[in-house]
């Protein structure tokens, strides 16, 4: 991945009011959010079941358990929860071995928060095995701490996630800017405490206190996110 960023004045967060940004992976990073359900349609249409397009807003940015579990029910699938995880975990690793595309904006943004030695976290609801494959291409070294979805209690829309990553890098999550692309994940943000910018990538979001919407990460950039900081 290459990027080009202006030289930074200066190296560090010093003096600002941003002490660290947390991101969402599927379809904030990398444009997987349509990669998920085109796996859990030929999954359950592997099991004998059609999935209604109406329900994608529903299973969008969630943790698998609940994404997993609504399905089974509404299709009445003769499948466990955790035998499903596995299948939809195989899908959707094999999709992302064959194409990986990145979102708009998402590599010079992380260049940029590198380049100012920024505390960057990755923070996803997909587990341990999707994150760490993700992570060749994102580029690990772009992240101070990562956190999967089967490595917290509760995760989204619980503020669990958000909470981790905010002690992991020792910082105060009301002076972290985080970045998400669903409903769900706004909601553990902002139940975490955090400055908000969505980039809707499925469903809509409305804007609001301590959320911030914008098309896409083009426009996102450091001057941005600390911008987002409330004062004093």
Sequence with gaps: MTSTVPAPTTRTAQGSALQAVLLDMDGTLVDTEGFWWDVEVEVFAGLGHALDDSWRHVVVGGPMSRSAGFLIEATGADITLAELSVLLNDGFEDRITRALPLMPGAARLLAELAAYEIPTALVSASHRRIIDRVLTSLGPQHFSLTVAGDEVLRTKPHP??????A???GVDPARC???????????AAHAAGCQVVAVPSVAGIEPGARCTVVPTLEGVDLAFLRGL????
Excluded: C
């Design 177 to 187: 800017a985080v970045v998400e692309d669903t409903a769900t994940g706004v909601a």
């Design 167 to 169: 002690a992991g890098l």
């Design 160 to 165: 669990d996630p958000y909470l981790f990553a």
């Design 229 to 232: 900081m409330p004062l004093g």
